[in-house]
Nanobody, 117 residues
């Protein structure tokens, strides 16, 4: 079973940047794994940010995230990343990585991002 592990969260000032990392505990990304980043702000539904497919690197973004957020994968480090620019106070949330392998989707425990105004 795939176990994603997120890291890189923390405190950042509004307008700042942060890069989150997703790895697979005890394993590697393989084949057509799809990695997705989500977030859930306090009191709100979780929302998808972006996805990347490991085999061909194809990426998709939620329209509101396009331009400021970049999802990418580093094959050597066996990690997927989410780089975020121009963070806003209202983007304070728990950020999660999920990995879909075949018909199974596994979630990490999340990493907290706090944007100070």
């Amino acid at each position: 079973q795939v176990q994603p592990v997120e890291s890189g969260g923390g405190l950042v000032q509004a307008g700042g940047s942060l890069t989150l990392s997703c790895s697979v505990s005890g394993g590697t990304f393989v084949g057509d794994d799809m990695v997705a980043w989500y977030r859930q702000a306090p009191g709100k539904e979780h929302e998808v940010i972006a996805t990347i497919t490991c085999d061909d690197g194809s990426r998709h973004y939620t329209d509101s995230m396009r331009g400021r957020f970049t999802i990418y994968r580093n094959y050597h480090e066996n990690r997927a990343f989410l780089h975020m620019n121009g963070l806003k106070f209202e983007e304070t949330a728990d950020y999660y990585c999920s990995v879909r392998r075949g018909s199974v989707v596994c979630w990490g425990r999340g990493t907290q991002v706090t944007v100070s105004s």
